[in-house]
């Protein structure tokens, strides 16, 4: 069962996969070892704190890289830029945005975007928190439902979606 949850932990922390590739990865393969509601409660965990440590982690790592003249010349002004022009969108739709921007289970979304946005967006870090099981939650229970239903059958064989997931 450690390996197992081990496995997942990785899985999740891939940038880019996150649980929209570990929640599959564990009800597929590894069905007989986990169920189900261990799987997507073990990977929505681990999401949700891989979220909180990106975020936390930005403020140290940008003092950081703003020390390298480069950088704080060339690419500080334009994410300053940008910060400035769509702060007011944040303070609009705040950690309700952001957490539908994290839910969406699609490449290019998900905390590690989520938390970088929010960062240099100046979302405080309570708003951000909310957002990011909010976001978490919503992903994890779309790419268990869609799991389930190929698992079960709902889905066709020859589906793309069981064709992706399944490797038939």
């Avoid at 261990?38 to 982690?57: D, E, K, M």
């Avoid at 007011?88 to 969406?104: D, L, N």
Wanted: aromatic residues 14%; contains cysteine.
């Amino acid at each position: 069962m450690i390996k197992s949850v081990l496995l997942l932990s990785a899985i999740t922390f891939i940038p880019a996969l996150e649980l929209r590739a570990s929640i599959p990865w564990g009800i597929f393969r590894m069905g007989d070892q986990m169920s189900w509601i261990a799987v997507a409660l073990v990977c929505s965990a681990v999401n949700i704190v891989l979220g909180w440590l990106v975020f936390t982690v930005m403020g140290p790592v940008f003092t950081i890289v703003r020390k390298w003249a480069w950088f704080d010349r060339n690419v500080w002004p334009v994410l300053s830029k940008t910060q400035n022009k769509i702060h007011p969108y944040v303070e609009k739709y705040g950690e309700f945005g952001v957490a539908v921007f994290i839910g969406i289970p699609l490449p290019g979304s998900g905390v590690y975007t989520g938390a970088f946005g929010s960062y240099l967006l100046g979302l405080d870090k309570r708003k951000f928190f909310i957002a990011n099981v909010i976001g978490v939650l919503i992903a994890g229970t779309a790419v268990t439902g869609l799991s389930l239903l190929i698992l079960h059958g709902t889905v066709g064989d020859e589906s793309w979606i069981a064709r992706l997931f399944l490797k038939i």
